[in-house]
C-alpha cells in the first residue's frame, strides 16, 4: 500500500493507493452521494449517484512522465465521459471534481430517475428522518419532479421477506446493498432478484425465507424504507426516540448497541459502531432478542413467603426477614451453610458485590455462576490466562494471521464472530475450522479438520507434536517443558490419524498454517468448554510454544456462554478463586456441590442473583425445597424464585448503569435507558441492601431481637418506596465490620472504583475512563457524517470499552506447558455412541421470550449418521431412544449425511428435548434405539 | 460487386454445405487439421491479426488484438462464442447457423485452439431452439469425427464444446452479461475493468467472439491473409454479411464485402432491390437498434466501419434498416426504446428509470397524440441525463433512437404538439380536461 497525491475541488490530499475516490474524497472532507456503494461491502457501480469528473495527468509517452503546461503544472486529461467513484481506484496524481455543472447535473438527474418511481410516502414510512434517500434528495436532488404520470412501481405490500424483516418493493431503489451482505459477509445467499427492468425486485432464495442470522442489519444499511424490521415498523418516528448506550448481553461477544427510547419503552435496537467488537452489525439475536427488558410478568415488587404464600412486601420486610434468617443460619452452622448463585448476564458491579457480600459478610466461598447441569461448561481460567493481548482488533487482521477454531460453533455459540472471522478470511488471513461436524463457518475456512469425537486431546498433541518438532527454542518463562516433551514423545501420529479418522497429511498442513502464522488466534466453544483446562491448556500450549503470549492479535477467544461470563470469572464468583483469580484458602462447593449437600442438611441457605437452576437442572428443585431459607433476585418470578422465602425484584441490563467484559476481556459499559418498575432496584443496590441489612443484624444480635432494628431508608424516607432511593443503614457505624467494610456505595461508579482498586487488571477502568472514545477516525462513521455512507448503526460517542490485560501480560506471569491428565469417557459396548449436544443460538432461553426469535427455535430432533441410522433400521421423521447411564430420551430422528459416525447430535437447550436430563458429563455415551410406533 | 465466392454464405456456392458429408468434401476441417496439426496457437493468432479480422458483434474490435490481450500462463481459459443474436434488425447468425453450421464449429474449435481454452461455450439466445438442435447435432459430428474432445487428431490437443441456451434477454448479449448467465446467474453486466480477457466466465481469462467473428477464421487460416485482405477496405477488410431489412423490395441477408455503398446494397437488384413502392428514403439504421440513425443524404457512404462512424452513426451489427417517408420519426423512437425499455436489465438508475420515463412521453406523443411543448425539452433532458451515465451500452443504446429522432426531425415533434393543441387534449395522461392528473391505483 502506497500513499499517492490526488486532488479532490482543488484540495490535495495524501491517501493509500487501494482507496476508491468515495473514500478518498472523504478524507478530503468531500462528500460524493452514494446509495449502492458500502464501505464494508465490494463496491458495484449500480446506482450511478457517485458519478463525478476524474482527470489524470497526460503521460509523455517518451520520458513516462507528466507533461507541464506552461506553468510547469501538469496538463490533466479528463475523462470523456463522468466516472462512477465508487468503481474508480484512486491513483497518483488524480484530479476529481464533484461539485461541476456536468456532475450536478448527472447527479440531479439520478434522483429525479429514482423519484419517478419511489413512492414518496415519507410520512408513514419508518425510515422517514433518517433515510439516505430523503437527505440525498436534499442535497444533490432537484427541487421538483417532471415526472407527470400516476405510474410509479406498483406492488403488492406489506411483503414479508422474512418473518423478521418486510419489504417494500415500491421504495426499493434496487441498490442490492442487502443481497451483497447476505452474499458477500454473513454468507447466508438467501437473498436475490426476481425480474428485470422496473420489475426487478429482491427476492428470498431460502425456505423458510431469508434465513439467516445477520438479517437486521441489511434494514440498517438499506438506503430507503424498503427493509423494516418486524420489531419496529410503525412503532415511532426516528425523531422521537431517545437513544442510550447500551451492550447486548445474550452471548460472549458484548456488542454495542443502542436502545431507541420513546415514553420510557424501547422501541428497537440499533448496533453501534465499535470497530474492536461488532463493527457495525449486530445479529438477529442482539437485534430482536431484547423483549426481555420490557416483558410481562415483571417482578416490582420485594415477595415474603407468609403461609406459605409469596406475599408482596416493603423492602424493609424482606430485608429484615433476610438478615434475620441468613445471620441464623450463619450463626448456626457457620458461613459454609450458606451458598450463593449468580448469573453470568448480570454486571461487573453486581457480581463484585455479590462475592463480597459472601466472603466478606456471610464467610462463605460457596459461589458459582453455574447451576451444575452435567455437561456445563467448565470455569475458564486458561482463556484469561492466555487470551489475546490488549490492542487486539479482529478488523485490522488479514494476511499473515492464522486462526484456528476448535470445537466450536461461532454462527450459533457467538453469531458476530462468523462475521470477524470471516473477514480475516477476506482479508488474505488462513482458517482452520476443527470440529466433530460441519459448521457454517466451514464454508469459509482455508482448511477444515473433522475430526472423530473424543479425539480432541489426540488432535490436539499430534498438532503439539507437529509444532514443538519445529521449535527451536521455547520461549523464556516457561515451565512444563519436559513434561509436555515426555507426552509428546508418547504421541503417535499414525495412531492419532486412525483414531481422529484426519489424515497425517491434514495434521501437517494445519501445523504449518500454525507455524506460517505471524498472529496466531485459537477460539474455542462449546465442545472445548465442557471439558475445561483439560483442553484448553493443549490449546494454549501452541500459543506458548509459538511465542505468541500475551500479545496484541494473539491469543485465546473462548466463546464464553453469557455476555459477562468472563466479569463473573474475574470478579471471583466462583467457589475456587478470588477476585482477580486471587487464590484462596478453602475452596468452596461448586453448584454441582451445592445440590447433594443441601439435600443431606449441609447447606441450609442460599440467595440466588439472576440464577434459575430448577429450569435448567431439574434435579435442584428437591435441594432447594430442602433448604432452611432461599433468597431469589431476578426479574420475573421464574421456576426457581416460585420455592423461595423471599423474592427479590431485581432489573436488567437496560435498567441500570453498570459495566460488562467480554471474551476478549474487554471491559464496555451499558446505561441506564428505562426507569424501573417500581420498587425493583439495580442488582448491586439490592446487594448492597442485603449486606448493610446484615451488618445491622450482627451489630444487634444478642442485643435485641431482628424485629426492633430500627432503620432509616433514604431517598424520599418513604418506607419501601425505593425507586430513586438508596438504602442507607444508620446502625452500620456502631459495627465493628463495618469500620472494616465499607458498604457505603452511593453510585455505581463507586462500585467500579473499587473494582479498579481491588482487582488486578482493571486498575484504571473506571466509568469515566470507559466513557471516553478513541480516535473518532478509527470508528467508521465520523461524527455530523450521514447515513447514507454506511447505514443507521449508531455512532460511538460513548466509549468503546477498554480491555483488560491477560494473566500472561502481567510482569514475571509465567508460562505453563504442563499437559493436563487425559478425562476420558471409554465407549462401552452398553453405549456405543458419543452423544454431541449443539448450542443454538435460537433456544428456550428465558432472554428470548416474548421474542420475535420464539418461532426460530427449532423442534427438538436427534441427528444420526446415514450409516449408522441404516444399521440401526432408523428412517428419518421416526422416533429414537437415546439411553445413557443418566436416563433416557426419547425424539424425531434426523438423517444427516455428514455426521461423523458413532455419535448422535442434539440440539441444547431445548424443552422439548431436554437432553440435559440424559447428560452425565462433559462427554456422555449413549444407547441409540428405535421406538416402536 | 458482387462476390463470386463467399467467405461466410458458402451455401450459396456449394449447395447443402450443412450436410457434414459436403462441408468435409469442400474444404471443411482442413485449416483445422493443418492448424493442429502444423501450427503453434499463436502462429494463428497472427495470422488473424494480418487478416485485420474485426469483431463483427458490433464494436468492430481487432479480433486477433483482443486474443493477445490475454495473461500468460493462465488457465483455464474460455472461448465462448457470442450467439444471442438479438439486437434488432440482426438476423445473419441465425442463418449462418441453418445453412452453414460446420464452418461455425470449425471456426469455434480453431479459435479455442489458437487461444488454448479447452472449454468452448456457444451462447444462444433462448428462441434459436432449432438453431441448438442444428448445432448440437453438428457437435456430435463433430466429436465422432475426432474434431473435438481429448488428444484430437493425436496432437494431445483436447477441445470440448456445449451450446447453452439462454433464457431470452436482450443484455445477455452484452459479452459480461452473457458470462453471468452462463455461470447460471442472473443476466447482467459486470463492471469493467477487470475486462474479460483477464477475469472472464469463473473469473478465468476468457475471449468471446460473435457468430460471424468465429465463421471467418477457418477460410482466414485456409486461405490466408492476402486472400482475405483482398476482400473490403484497408481499415475494414474482408466481407461483411449484411442484415436488410425495412422498406426495401428484397430483405435478406447479403454478403458483400466491407465498402459497399448504402445505396448499392438498398438499390441494387441483386441485393434490396430498390425501394418498396420506390418511396424516398427517409431513416437508415445502419447497425441494428443502438446505432444512431442516418438519412437519404447518406446513401453514398461506405459501408465499413470507419465511413459509418464519420457519418455519426456506427456500423454494428451490420443490420440495415430501411425506412421511408411513411414512417414518424417519433413513432419509430418510440417503439425504438419500448425495446430498450422491455429489456433493460434494471441494474442501473439512468437505464432503468430512464428507458421507462422516456417511452411514457414518446408514448404520449406517438400513441395518444398528446404531446405537449414542454415535454420536448424533457425528452432532451431525459436522454441527456441517460447518456454517459448508464452502466453498460444498453442504457447508452437507447439514448440514440430519441437523439436521433430529435436532432434530425424536430419539426415532426412540433407538429404532434400543434396537432394536439389543435384537437384540444391538455396532453394529460390521456385523460379528458377534468379528470384528476394522479389516479390513485387499484390495490
Redesign the interface.
Known sequence: MAEIIITVDGVQITVPDTMNVVDAARLAATQIPVFCYHPRLPAVGMCRMCMVAIGMPRIDRDTRQPMLNEHGKPIIQMFPKLQPACTTRVADGMVVITNSEEVKFAQNGVLEFLLTSHPLDCPVCDKGGECPLQNLTMEWGPGNSRFDYSDKVHFEKPYKLGDLINLDRERCILCSRCVRFQDDLADDSVLGFDQRGRKWHIISKSDPPFDSKFSGNTTDICPVGALTTSDFRFRARAWELTSVPSLCNHCAVGCNTTLDMRHNQLQRVMPRDNAAVNDIWICDKGRFGHRFIEREHRLTTPLVRRDGQLQPATWDEALDVIATNLRAIQAAAGGAALAGLAGEHLANEDLFLFQRLFREVLGSNNLDTRTGVPGEYALDDVGYQYGVGVGTNLMDLGKGTAVLVFGADPEEEAPLYMLRLRQIVTQGGSLIVANPRPTKLDRSATQTLHYRPDSEREVLLALLKLVSAETKQIPQRTTGGAELKGTLEQTKLDAVAKLSGLEQAALAQAAQTILAAEHLLIVYGADVLVHGASLSALLANLLILRGKVGLANSGLIPLLARGNSRGALDMGVRPDKAAGYAPLKQAGLTAREMWPAALAGKLRGMYLMGSDPVASYAPARAALDALAFLVVQDTTLTATAQLADVVLPGTNVAEYDATYTNAERRVQRARLARKVYDASKPNWEIVQAVAQALQGELVLAGAASSTTVTRTVGGNGKSGDGVQGKLTLTTSTASPVAAQESWDYITVGEVAADIADLVPGYAGITHTALAQTAQTKEWGRQANEDYFYDGTSYTNAEGVGLQVPAGAELPKATFDLTPPPATKVPASSTYPFALLVQTLAYRNDPFLHDSLLQSHIPAGYIALNTADAAQLGIAAGAQVQLTSAAGSLRGTARVVPDLPAGCVLVPGGLVDLPVATIQTGALTRVAVSSVAE | MALTEHVIMRELDVPNIADFNVYLQHDGYVAYRKALTEMKPNEIVQIVSDAGLRGRGGAGFPTGRKWSFLPRGVYPRYLLCNCDESEPGTFNNHQIIDLNPHQLIEGVALSAFAIEAEVAYIYCRGEFATAVNTLEHAIEQAYAAGFLGKNILGTGVNIDMYVHRGAG?Y?CGEETALMESLEGK?GQPR?KPPFPAVEGLYRKPTIINNVETLANVPPIVLKGVDWYRSYGTQQSPGTKVFSLSGHVNRPGNYELPFGVTLRELIYSPEYGGGMHGDRPVKIIIPGGASAPWLIDKHLDTPLDYESVAAAGSMLGSGAVMVMNDTVSAPHLAYKMDEFF??????????C??????LV?VLHRFAEEGHGRAEDIP?LH?IY???Q????CLLGESAVMPIKSALALFPEEFEAYVARAASNGHDG??GSAKGKP?????Q?
Not at chain 2, 454517459?388 to 452502466?391: A, K, L, M, P, Q
Open positions: 434477454a443484455i442472473i463492471n425499455k422491455h429489456e433493460s436489465c434494471g441494474k442501473c438508475t439512468p432503468r428509470e430512464g428507458t421507462h420515463w411514457k424533457v433532458s441527456r441525463q441517460m454517459g451515465n448508464c452502466f394529460q395522461n392528473v394522479i389516479a390513485l391505483q390495490r
